[in-house]
């Protein structure tokens, strides 16, 4: 009875630890950032999309060509600010980090 | 070949011409917005042109000469987006604004159809989301998932399909590509499968009165299809698709810029039969010993040449060609002693155009554009005994002027047009209670006409658009159309339309109705010559309420459309269940259509579509001077569907479903006008496909009626196939049942610019 209430107990308590700490890394791996690239047509759009949300590590990806920014959500244990830059650069476009947060 | 060129030179568009205009971004401090991006875009969000003002806020940018979404930004300022026409303003001011990171707008999920609230007429687009969420492998597959457009069968052997809009046939719409007029007169029925969906960039659907510029034949509206850019997207794109009967299609793409001001893009499509013949049981599920599924081998080719000049001059060349042979009829069995009954059509299509536009004289947005299309085609087909063997040659040539009348709130399009249609018919039926000979029904056509339109945007929110064309028709003598629409948007939420316009057209009964080849009935042809051209009246309104939301909009239209034919083709099959009469209308022919359909972006990724729709249509038939109306035979009262999408972020996984909801229709007396009415049953097909998109390519698999529903007995008498009463042409609802396919996409090669 004893060893079953610590089995119990133990379980109670990796599931409440477990989100906790799935939350946790999942915070500490998502990082944000923003680069101004020299798009200018709906053409540049799509080739940043179609390019972008398949680079390692991109998990969430907003291109915007009102205001020739791509905003990328990505998983810092993966990628770098750097290497999506030079993604983007490979593209043939001028790139710029704009903000970060 | 030097003919050709000069042909091929000889021909000529009608484009929205660029105008170069200069204007400036100010802050509303008064100081300039430096730098900030400027953009021009479609009604459909599209881009048209973009640039980046100076440090000065100055710019300039090339702007079309009809309505279009002039959207600004800037750091630092909200974002200004304005609907402008054919002009800038000379400030554009933008309000100043803290920036918050915090509000980034993550990708959103593309809806596949969208109703435009920018054209004069009431308009549906189809994009590639659309085309893809089911297989699509031919256009006429391409509107399962549209509430505007439906999809019904000629006869339950070929399984051919044909469209419906607005409560009639397809024949009553007019198909263009790119402006250009397809699909018309020998082509209707075939001409659907010669355009694979995997080809297109867009559909666009207009329904009602139709712009008088694209000639008269117009009556319920219109469906435009935009092929994939050759300035757009990868260089190669390929696909195959095959389902569980090795139906097995498959297409490319590749797309070519050829020095500094051509570009080119080469299409291909094949589709096979691949299923053994061995496998019998695949074939003929219902057990009526007649195919299900025809055979089918199809090649298409077509090529497309864009032509861009420094001087605003702009030329479109396609060429185009298809050959199909489709089997199907009786299959082979042990111990069969008796002829087989077999259909065997063979068609043959070539097409070659250019669309050529230029600006002309000094106003600004003032243009020229000349369209030339010249098509062949060619149908060589056998019903068991009945026989039809027919060409069709067409011309198509249109020159418009575009101008407007002191500014552009006054816009008018004027011009003039000529096209020849030359038909031949020959005719046979070889079943011993019938014996026609062999009888030839040729027709020859000469049109020459010339239109104008004018576009008044002068108070607020209010388009108003009239259009009148006389044509002088060889066969038919003088033709003249009226048409008029009007768009009032008295707020950002309400769009409201109406519009009134005739639309004539000539019949060609026997190869618009082939589904009635694969019956044993009697074509009484005596009438087929003495013909009048139709036509019909069309009114129609629509409502359309947009709801902004967090996240999009949710979209409400409703719309009520009316066809009244003056003069119409009756294939009148009810009088004889052994016998098919043509003969001009005498009573009354009306049809009366409603829809009200309703999308929304639920949460992110998850996306509703719903549509309802009502149909009525009802036809006179004459006998002995005396006539019957009744509602109209094959035509379902009401149609629902619901299409729910849900895409996982970046659209890495899709998922669709699509339900549809096939209301009952009045199936065809057997004996006479008599009131005994007979219904259809109410039906319901279900779509479903699940899509996996990776860098180079996408996969997907999808089932189409995944609840295997069949029309019981779509052949009446299968068993004597040459005897009295013999009828496959009586279908309302699939004769295939549950198909589960799957397909890959492939997109490689540089982005084309």
């Known amino acids: 009875m004893k060893t079953r209430n610590l089995i119990l107990t133990a379980a109670a308590a990796f599931c409440l630890a477990a989100p906790a700490k799935a939350q946790e890394a999942k915070k500490n791996v998502s990082d944000t950032v923003t680069f101004t690239v020299s798009m200018h047509c709906e053409n540049c759009k799509k080739k940043v999309e179609n390019t972008m949300q398949f680079e390692k590590g991109v998990k969430d990806l907003n291109v915007s060509l009102a205001d020739k920014t791509v905003t990328i959500v990505y998983d810092s244990r993966k990628t770098t600010s750097a290497a999506l830059k030079e993604s983007l650069e490979k593209l043939n476009y001028t790139v710029e980090e704009k903000a970060r947060k | 070949m030097r003919y050709l060129l000069s042909a091929a030179l000889l021909f000529i568009s009608i484009s929205a011409f660029p105008q170069n205009v200069r204007s400036r971004v100010l802050g509303d401090d008064g100081a300039p917005a430096a730098f900030a991006n400027v953009a021009v875009l479609n009604p459909d969000s599209s881009l048209v042109a973009g640039t980046s003002a100076d440090a000065d806020g100055f710019f300039i940018i090339a702007v079309p000469n009809r309505k279009f979404t002039l959207a600004v930004s800037c750091v630092g300022y909200a974002k200004f987006s304005a609907e402008c026409d054919g002009r800038l303003p000379e400030n554009i001011v933008l309000k100043k604004q803290d920036i918050d990171l915090k509000e980034v707008d993550v990708t959103a999920h593309t809806q596949g159809q969208y109703l435009s609230r920018i ?154 039969s691949l299923m053994p013949e061995s496998a019998t049981q695949r074939h003929d599920r219902n057990g009526d010993g007649f195919a299900d599924m025809p055979k089918v081998r199809n090649i298409n080719l077509q090529n497309r040449w864009i032509y861009l000049g420094d001087n605003g001059l702009q030329s479109r060349f396609a060429v185009s060609a298809a050959t199909e042979k489709c089997d199907a009829g009786q299959m082979e069995m042990d111990g069969m002693q008796h002829e087989l009954y077999k259909t065997q059509i063979e068609n043959v299509d070539f097409q070659i155009s250019n669309k050529t536009g230029f600006p ?14 010249l098509s062949y085609h060619k149908t060589d087909a056998e019903f068991g005994r009945k026989s039809l063997y027919a060409t069709e040659l067409y011309y198509y040539g249109n020159l418009i002027f575009n101008s407007h009348i002191g500014n552009e709130n006054h816009k008018y399009a004027a011009g003039v047009s000529y096209i020849f249609d030359g038909l031949t018919n020959r005719f046979a039926d070889r079943l011993p209670k019938n014996l026609t000979p062999e009888t030839d029904f040729d027709k020859k056509e000469h049109s020459a006409g010339a239109f104008a339109e004018y576009s008044n945007y002068s108070v607020d929110n209010l388009i108003i658009s009239a259009g009148l064309r006389a044509d002088y028709n060889s066969r038919y003598h003088w033709l003249l159309t009226p048409r008029f629409n009007v768009k009032y948007s008295p707020t950002d939420i309400l769009t409201i339309r109406a519009s009134a316009g005739r639309g004539y057209r000539s019949a060609n009964p026997l190869s618009e109705n082939l589904g009635l080849f694969s019956t044993s009935r009697k074509f009484h042809t005596d009438q087929l010559q003495l ?93 002995n001077a005396e006539n019957h109306t009744v509602e109209s035979p094959l035509v379902n009262r009401f149609k629902s569907l619901v299409n729910v999408s849900y895409a996982t972020n ?68 299968p068993d004597a196939p040459f005897g009295d009463d013999f009828d496959a042409s009586i279908v309302y609802a699939p004769v295939v049942g549950r198909k589960i396919y799957a397909g890959a996409r492939f997109n490689f090669g540089k982005y084309m610019d």
């Open chain 2, 119 to 272: 054209d004069v007429r009431q308009m549906e687009s189809i994009n590639r989301t659309g085309l893809t969420k089911l297989a699509c492998c031919s256009l006429s597959e391409s509107f399962e998932n549209s509430g505007t457009t439906g999809t019904t069968y000629s006869d339950a052997i070929t399984g051919t399909r044909q469209i419906q809009m607005l409560g009639l046939s397809g024949i009553y719409v007019q198909t263009l590509a790119e402006n250009i007029p397809v699909f018309r007169g020998l082509n209707y029925l075939f001409g659907w499968n010669y355009t694979p969906a995997a080809w297109l960039k867009s559909i666009q659907i207009s329904k009602g009165a139709a712009s008088v510029t694209s000639g008269y034949e117009s009556v319920t509206g219109q469906i435009n299809t935009v092929f994939a850019s050759p300035a757009e997207g990868r260089q190669f794109y390929a696909d195959v698709y095959t389902d569980e009967y090795l139906m097995t299609d498959a297409n490319f793409v590749v797309k070519q810029r050829v020095g500094g001001k051509w570009r080119t893009a080469l299409f291909g499509h094949t589709t096979q």
């Open chain 2, 360 to 373: 002309f004289g000094q106003k600004d947005g003032q243009s020229v554009g000349l369209i030339n299309s």
């Open chain 2, 531 to 623: 013909l009048d051209i139709e036509a019909a009246w069309n009114y129609g309104a629509n409502l359309i309420l947009t709801v902004p939301t967090q996240r999009d909009n949710i979209v409400l239209n409703i719309d009520f459309y009316r066809t009244d034919f003056q003069s119409r083709t009756i294939c009148d099959i009810e009088r004889d269940r052994h016998a098919v009469f043509f003969y001009n209308l005498g009573g009354k022919s009306h049809a009366y259509a409603a829809q009200a359909d309703l999308s929304a972006t639920l949460f992110k990724g998850l996306t509703f579509y719903s549509a309802f729709r009502y149909n009525i249509q009802h036809i006179s038939y004459t006998q």
């Open chain 2, 650 to 717: 970046m659209r890495k996984w899709i998922f669709d479903a699509t339900v549809q909801l096939n209301g009952k229709c009045r199936l065809p007396n057997m004996d006479g006008y008599a009131k005994t009415e007979r219904y259809s049953n109410t039906y319901t097909i279900l779509f479903a496909q699940i899509t996996k998109r990776f860098k180079f390519v996408e996969i997907y698999v999808g089932a189409e009626n995944l609840t295997d529903y069949r029309q019981k007995n779509p052949i009446i008498a």
